[in-house]
């Protein structure tokens, strides 16, 4: 049987098309929630039952992603197939596109994107900037490179790292036994901690046709590693901007990524016209002022604001894209701010939710997880204005009112 690319159409699609989604968190429930407005169905397949996806999805297979026979039977009864995190297995992509099936994006971006080594040594070898690296294997490795980097130092896991888990900061270099040892010695990564002025992302789409849509660059600011705020459009220069989406289209036309990605920077201050470039790292930075932080190859938190902000929002782009369908725009209608919900909003009891709602511009987006958790993203809240300073204040009192402060 022949295996399509990732560029080719749906192989005789039913009416309407059947998109299969592997993870079933909140990326999925809202994929879904877009996709139904264009008439396309949504399976998800997942080790759990009743989750995000499931409650609003047609089908919800819970079965193990090592179950191939699974995997197999849910890949037969789709028109393709995407991924609603990037920690799946690889296999899965391969069963897909054994039953030709279109992966989108492909089992190669998967790769790429679930191990933090291949994925700076893919950037590096693209010409991409990136944040000065190197691998480690043992502690030898990691007092090595050490010496080489400098400290502060930050050390990851290779793999099945996100929001902070699975990394160390290093400040001094008799620090490295005990980061070792704390991520249990497995292969990692250790990357210099550079001192940026901010954080900023890019959310863009391509299509199966080459076309490509980005939306604007947003200033994102973290709590605990984890997402608490984003600011849509970052208030950078148009320099800064083109220069993020300029790199954000090759990243994805060099890894041909269908569907939507998330580009992850940090901006570096400003330039001194007296000091010069860290020579240990020099080859890592680019002319300009950004460095890609990390990579994901799906909707992405930092592009939630999109479904009130947006023209077309990332999950809508994310269904056209799977679909061979054309990309919407990505124009953005007004300013923007989304702060996340944790589970520390529920430690006395359900948040008053009509506190929040009686803020007229406040959107509500709730995820369908039943056990709320510290840290655990429960949902988040959008507000659009007319200024990004007026969405941020009504969105952060809009918040504050959820636990009576």
């Given amino acids: 049987m022949s295996t399509p690319s990732s560029q080719s159409p749906i192989p005789n699609p039913q009416s309407p098309p059947v998109i299969g989604v592997f993870g079933s968190g909140q990326l999925g429930r809202m994929l879904a929630l877009a996709s139904h ?4 169905r949504v399976h998800t397949f997942s080790p759990e039952r009743d989750t995000p996806t499931g409650q609003v999805a047609e089908r919800e297979i ?22 609603e995190f990037e920690n799946v297995p690889a296999h899965v992509a391969e069963i897909a596109r054994e039953e030709g099936v279109a992966v989108r994006p492909g089992g190669h971006v998967l790769h790429v994107a679930q191990n933090r080594l291949r994925e700076k040594s893919f950037l590096v070898e693209a010409g991409l900037p990136v944040t000065p690296f190197a691998p480690v294997h043992s502690l030898a490795n990691l007092q090595t490179a050490l010496a080489q980097l400098g400290t502060p130092a930050v050390l990851k896991t290779a793999a099945f790292g996100y929001d902070g888990k699975g990394q160390v900061k290093i400040d001094d270099p008799a620090q490295a036994a005990a980061a070792w040892q704390a991520l249990g010695g497995q292969a990692a990564i250790v990357e210099s901690f550079v001192a940026f002025e901010r954080e900023l992302s890019v959310v863009a789409a391509r299509g199966v046709d080459d076309t490509f849509a980005a939306f604007p660059l947003v200033e994102n600011r973290h709590i605990n ?17 083109a220069e993020a989406e300029r790199l954000t289209r090759r990243l994805m036309e060099v890894l041909d990524v269908v569907g939507v990605l998330c580009v992850e920077f940090f901006l570096l201050p400003e330039k001194n016209p007296r000091e010069s470039a860290p020579s240990a790292s020099s080859a890592f930075y680019s002319s300009g002022r950004l460095l890609i932080n990390e990579i994901a190859p799906r909707p992405h938190n930092s592009g939630h604001w999109t479904i009130e902000g947006a023209v077309t929002s990332q999950f809508e782009q994310q269904a056209r894209a799977v679909c061979a369908l054309p990309l919407g725009s990505s124009e953005q209608l007004r300013p923007a701010a989304m702060v996340n919900l944790l589970g520390d909003l529920w430690t006395q009891g359900e948040p008053d939710w009509a506190a929040l709602l009686a803020y007229p511009t406040a959107k509500l987006h709730l995820y369908g997880k039943s056990a709320a958790r510290p840290g655990r993203k429960m949902g988040h809240v959008t507000v659009t204005a007319q200024t990004v300073d007026e969405a941020l204040a009504i969105a952060l009192t809009a918040r504050a009112s959820l636990v009576g402060r």
């Fill in 62 to 83: 819970c079965a193990s992603y090592d179950d191939r026979e699974a995997v197999r039977s849910f890949v037969r009864g789709v028109d393709a197939v995407t991924f």
């Fill in 37 to 40: 407005r264009l008439g396309i």
């Fill in 225 to 241: 590693h984890i997402l608490d705020v984003t600011i849509a459009p970052a208030q950078v220069s148009a320099e800064v901007a």
